[in-house]
């Protein structure tokens, strides 16, 4: 019987969440051997594995330097979902950057470099959201308002001095009424989506623990965002090589139409609780790969 680790971190050795329990029993119906691996665990035989799909390693952000070392070690020892070249993809926020670039629709983002000035990005005057370019699960994140000068620019600056570059932009304000769209993909096909209600509150700190909790609940999207979904897998595909085996596309409510908030290819919630079939359909995609 083939077997499947669910790479996972410390904090959730066991993957229990429904997700994990949810796919797992979708890999173990197909026949296969699914089971949670505690990535940075020294004591896992990753040789002994026929696939590895990272799913619930939330604890990579402040270790992504460990943690690509980790995924180019086991790729090279396994089959690794997704590969470590998407991973190190999608767990830099500069890729927004080169999406901008290549004309698609994005969050409007400035980076600040670490030795650069805090107050040098073009968002200070209006309401604006401060997070690091590598970051996961709202993880110091703070929203700040235009007349926040001071809070924004501590905050730009404890991240810099700690080595980490910075993006910031602007707050679009209608995530607080029509929340955010997460389109799912396998192997570049669209899945479902869901609409996750607005996570940063005015005047809030920031988040404890691993992640912020979410208020999901399921979305048709609308064709709009369907369309950018689509050209920002596009793009991932033609720009990695290969469509990823999993994908989740963020689009924020924009003045003129959706906008790319987050790539995620590495640990996405795949919401796969929220749609008929979702979690066979993944569990289809990584049985496939083992064909
Ligand atoms: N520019 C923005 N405008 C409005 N809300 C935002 C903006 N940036 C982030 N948020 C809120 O913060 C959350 C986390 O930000 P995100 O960019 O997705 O980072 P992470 O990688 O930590 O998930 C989003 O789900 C959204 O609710
Ligand atoms: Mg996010």
Not at 236 to 250: E, F, I, K, M, S
Request: overall charge negative.
């Amino acid at each position: 019987m083939p077997r499947v680790a669910l790479a996972t971190s410390r904090e959730v050795p066991g993957l229990l969440d429904d997700e994990g329990l949810l796919l797992r029993d979708r890999l173990r119906a197909r026949g296969l051997d699914a089971g949670p691996a505690v990535w940075d665990d020294p004591e896992v035989a990753w040789d002994a594995v026929d696939l590895v799909l990272v799913r619930s390693t939330w604890d990579y952000a402040l270790r992504r330097t460990a943690f690509l070392a980790w995924a180019d070690e086991v790729a090279g020892r396994t089959r690794l979902y997704n590969p470590p070249a998407v991973l190190a993809w999608t767990t830099d926020k500069h890729y927004l950057l080169e999406l901008a670039d290549a004309g698609l629709p994005v969050v409007p983002s400035a980076i600040v470099e670490p030795g650069g000035d805090p107050d040098g990005h073009p968002f200070r005057a209006v309401e604006h959201v401060v997070k690091p370019c590598v970051s996961a699960g709202s993880k110091d994140t703070l929203r700040c308002g235009a007349d926040e000068t001071a809070r924004s620019a501590g905050h730009v600056r404890r991240l810099l001095d700690a080595g980490r570059p910075v993006l910031v932009q602007p707050y679009l304000p209608a995530v607080d009424e029509v929340g955010e769209t997460a389109v799912v993909a396998f192997d570049g096909v669209a899945s479902h989506a869901v609409r996750k209600g607005a996570l940063l509150t005015r005047g809030a700190g920031l988040v404890d623990g691993l992640f912020a909790a979410e208020d999901i609940t399921a979305r048709d999207p609308s064709p709009a965002e369907t369309d950018v979904a689509a050209r920002v897998l596009d793009h991932v595909t033609a720009h990695l090589g290969a469509a990823p085996l999993y994908a989740r596309v963020d689009l924020l409510p924009g003045a003129d139409g959706p906008l790319v908030l987050e790539v995620e290819l590495a640990e996405p919630s795949l919401f796969l609780g929220h749609a008929e079939g979702a979690a066979d359909r993944l569990a289809a995609a990584v049985a496939q790969r083992l064909r």
